[in-house]
């Protein structure tokens, strides 16, 4: 246990342990719905890599983790040799490279193969909002300040900044539904307008259904 703790904590496992912690306090944030597993899909492109086609969450998390590993059974092994001095930084170096070759090579094997399970889709963004019906989330709604839950597509809800111009014909307060109709970029924040529900049509009543005529039994 104590050569496993040494290990963990010398040159070069120390930097993907460090890295793995970040890695799965990410994931644990994905569980509890604070962060989306797509929020560095438009920020990296991993395709130059060999290693795109999946989520880049994904994709660098598998990495870490074998890095890790592999950094780890260099390190113990390199313990266990008693080398000191120059011959051991540069082993520590060779170390390093040797665990993020070896993570890149079982990443990209592994991208290779499922790579097909994974929708080429873009990236949600948050103009997917823009025309849909929010829910107010604090008292007022003013030109600095104000937040709202809206619903996705696909169900999911999120919490947005939004703004009301000023002067405002009707308030908006907590509870009050509002319409998203556009999106600051500078700010990043919605403009709402207060909105009715009772003039949404919804959607159109289905046809009445023609009664089938019988056809009377003839008696004998």
Same mark, same amino acid.
């Given at each position: ?14 930097? /993907?342990?460090?890295? #793995?912690?970040?890695? =799965?306090?990410? @994931?644990?944030?994905?569980?509890? *719905? ?12 991993t395709g130059?890599?060999? %290693? *795109?086609?999946?989520?880049?969450t994904v ?8 890095? @890790? ?14 080398? &000191? ?8 170096? $060779? =170390? #390093?490279?040797?665990?993020?070759? %070896?993570? @890149?090579?079982?990443?990209?094997? #592994? ?23 929010? &829910? =107010? ?8 300040? $104000? ?15 939004? !703004? ?5 014909? +009707? ?6 539904? $509002?319409?998203?109709?556009?999106? +600051?970029?500078?700010?990043? /924040?919605? @403009? ?8 949404d049509p ?12 019988? !056809? ?5």
């Amino acid at each position: 246990m104590q050569e496993f703790l040494t290990a963990t904590q010398s040159f070069p496992t120390v930097l /993907f342990s460090a890295a #793995l912690v970040v890695v =799965i306090a990410f @994931w644990l944030l994905v569980l509890a *719905g604070a962060a989306d597993h797509h929020s560095f899909d438009a920020d990296l492109d991993t395709g130059l890599a060999g %290693i *795109g086609g999946v989520p880049v969450t994904v994709s660098v998390s598998v990495m870490v983790a074998v890095g @890790w590993f592999s950094a780890l059974t260099g390190s113990v092994l390199l313990h266990r040799g008693h080398t &000191t001095g120059t011959v051991r930084a540069a082993l520590a170096c $060779g =170390i #390093l490279v040797g665990a993020l070759l %070896i993570a @890149w090579a079982v990443v990209r094997l #592994l991208v290779r193969h499922f790579r097909r399970f994974f929708a080429d889709q873009p990236p949600p963004s948050r103009q997917d909002f823009l025309g849909r019906v929010c &829910t =107010i989330r604090t008292g007022s709604v003013g030109t600095d300040f $104000g937040q709202a839950e809206v619903a996705a597509a696909d169900g999911s809800t999120a919490i947005v900044q939004v !703004r009301q111009l000023a002067p405002a014909d +009707d308030a908006l307060s907590a509870g009050s539904p $509002g319409l998203l109709y556009a999106y +600051d970029e500078a700010g990043e /924040f919605f @403009w709402v307008s207060p909105y009715d529900r009772a003039l949404d049509p919804g959607p159109p009543p289905a046809p009445p259904r023609t009664p089938r005529r019988t !056809r009377p039994r003839r008696t004998a």
